[in-house]
């Protein structure tokens, strides 16, 4: 094993946050998993790509921001906060973005409190990655967001609105336990799973992928 690139946390079943560590080997190879998402979902040359995360998700989102200066796109970034919404704001107004990926509630709960409607926002936005507890209320509001979710230590990506969200097949295994997924590491990596409940309900699960629930 390789040595450590940091500590990543994740969020567990009971909605604390448990730090694990994070290899250097398991962020080139969480890179290359990141590019192949990335490709699924039209991420190109030249294109424009809003990441919308916290520090505290370094080790899940460092793989894909990497990845996407790896395909070539433009990137920005905004806090996943609710204060973070003006910048969100500002970004897609002046300019268009391909994809904008991890909206979640506190995010919308922003943009409510600036008087911005979703639409308006997200109208161009071509792939709008929304975590569980923001997917519905962007449905509800005419758009058609993608499945974006961090099934603990994994990213989930769907190919398209209304499809399941997927992993990495080579690095994890999903497992069901109680309607929560779990998963198990495949590779080695300086912190073990096995069948390690994260808090993501889901009402199907499948060894990669699985449908969502709002939270």
């Known amino acids: 094993m390789t040595s450590t690139w940091g500590v990543g946390q994740y969020v567990d079943r009971t909605g604390h946050r448990v730090a694990w560590e994070v290899s250097h080997d398991e962020i080139r190879r969480d890179t290359d998993g990141a590019t192949t ?57 002046q300019m268009t973005y391909h994809a904008v990926l991890g ?8 943009l409510d409190d600036l008087g911005r409607r979703y639409g308006d926002v997200f109208h161009e936005v071509s792939v709008l ?13 005419g758009l ?15 190919d398209e609105p209304g499809a399941p969200a997927r992993v990495d ?19 080695e990596r300086a ?3 096995d069948r390690t409940a994260t808090a993501i309900h889901a009402r199907q699960i499948t060894s ?7 939270s």
Do not use: K
């Open 37 to 93: 998402r990335l490709e699924a979902i039209g991420v190109e040359p030249g294109r424009r790509v809003l990441w919308c995360s916290m520090l505290s998700e370094a080790a899940q989102f460092w793989p894909y921001i990497i990845a996407t200066m790896v395909r070539g796109a433009q990137l920005s970034c905004a806090d996943a906060t609710r204060g973070e919404a003006v910048r969100v704001a500002m970004f897609t107004r």
């Open 103 to 110: 909206v979640n509630g506190a995010l919308l709960d922003g």
């Open 129 to 141: 990655g929304a975590r569980p507890d923001a997917h519905d209320r962007l449905v509800a509001a």
């Open 144 to 158: 058609r967001p993608t499945h974006f979710v961090l099934a603990g230590p994994a990213v989930a990506i769907g």
């Open 169 to 187: 097949p080579t690095e994890w295994e999903l497992h069901d336990i109680d309607n929560l997924v779990a998963v198990t590491n495949l590779a």
């Open 191 to 193: 912190s073990h799973f």
């Open 208 to 214: 990669d992928t699985f449908a969502p629930n709002s």
